[in-house]
């Protein structure tokens, strides 16, 4: 079991200063918006993965006209009690601590308080291009499997060290070229599979939820598309180099991967309504919720922005219903609507705690 206790924030964007303790089941961020209800679910995303959602600049992130933002949190995990501190200076490193002790890396960070955030922003995931779809999953897996995360840095600086040679004027070395592209196939080898397994397991939950969210009446696939799956990429590089080097930049490899995303047999970006798109991607994200509770061992905090736009009466009532059942833990929701909230707490008969936000101020 795992949940947040305790959170105080200061400068935390448009936060002056709050001392908030949430309920281990729901807990509602209720306001107009821009009262700041998102920054609130953006600093609990904070906490799990030392960086913003809406703004990876940190120093962007200290409230207008003040020097520094703070946060301090208190989670409950496997019985016991982490405590979490970071905070921001301007010109200065940026501090962060489990327990009064500083990490010497951000990554060894990431996985030890999962979370899953669902947000307007996800629709890109659907109408944005495979950018967004590899974040994704570089994202789930990054948080269970931490040689996943040292392979993609790895291979991103491969592929970075490749495209400078493509671009220069001079014909670029071939023995370099050897080099970087053997290590971009060495890692990119690691990447893909681990994407591959990812996606096949990941599958069968996705369509239960879908299922389970739409009532049964249509039927979506996913598939992982990937070039690893043509054959070796050191050899797929090496043909494609003449042409790389017409265009400046690799054609192929891990950071062209993508997955396929169908509604009914065609492709959802063209075939589904706005309630269907917004449906296939809480069935996204409720998936990757069930796989970080089984690699992390505890239920992850579900953070969910401005969940219920665009979705009808009974998709919303179906989801509250999963969220509120069994495998679910810590629930964060922002709403405009306070006799809306009051009714989908009322149907859940789940412990809750409601705050109100307005221009910064939460009570």
Request: aromatic fraction near 10%.
């Amino acid at each position: 079991m795992m949940y947040l206790e305790h959170l105080s924030l200061m400068n935390y964007r448009n936060i002056a200063e709050c001392d908030l303790r949430f309920s281990p089941k729901f807990n509602c961020f209720l306001g107009n918006n821009g009262m700041g209800k998102t920054n609130l679910l953006d600093a609990v995303y904070y906490l799990s993965f030392t960086k913003s959602h809406l703004n990876p600049v940190d120093s962007q992130l200290i409230r207008y006209g003040e020097e520094f933002f703070m946060m301090q949190a208190e989670y409950v995990r496997h019985g016991g009690r982490e405590e979490i501190f970071a905070s921001v200076k301007r010109r200065a490193k940026k501090v962060f601590k489990r327990n009064k002790v500083s990490y010497e890396r951000m990554s060894d960070h990431i996985g030890l308080l999962p979370a899953v955030l669902v947000s307007p922003s996800d629709s890109e995931l659907i109408e944005e291009g495979s950018d967004g779809r590899r974040r994704f999953l570089d994202t789930v897996i990054s948080q269970y499997d931490r040689m996943y995360i040292n392979a993609l840095a790895m291979y991103n600086k491969a592929l970075a060290e490749r495209n400078a040679l493509l671009k220069q004027e001079a014909e670029p070395d071939a023995a370099m070229m050897d080099v970087y592209e053997g290590q971009m196939a060495y890692y990119g080898d690691y990447i893909c599979r681990r994407r591959s397994e990812f996606v096949a397991g990941f599958i069968p939950e996705f369509q239960r939820f879908y299922t389970a969210i739409s009532g049964g009446t249509e039927s979506v696939e996913l598939s992982y598309v990937s070039h690893w799956q043509r054959g070796d990429l050191a050899q797929l590089l090496a043909e494609c180099r003449m042409r790389d080097r017409i265009l400046g930049y690799s054609t192929r490899g891990a950071h062209k991967d993508d997955m396929e995303m169908l509604l009914d047999g065609y492709p959802i970006k063209r075939a589904g309504s706005q309630g269907q798109c917004k449906s296939y991607i809480v069935a996204l994200k409720f998936a990757q919720y069930a796989c970080l509770r089984r690699t992390a061992g505890v239920e992850p905090l579900l953070l969910l922005d401005d969940l219920f736009d665009k979705l009808d009466a009974a998709r919303v009532k179906r989801i509250m219903e999963i969220v509120a059942g069994e495998g679910f833990g810590q629930v964060f929701i922002t709403d405009t609507n306070r006799e809306h909230t009051d009714a989908l707490l009322a149907q859940t008969g789940a412990e809750s705690r409601i705050f109100h936000v307005e221009n910064g101020h939460v009570i």
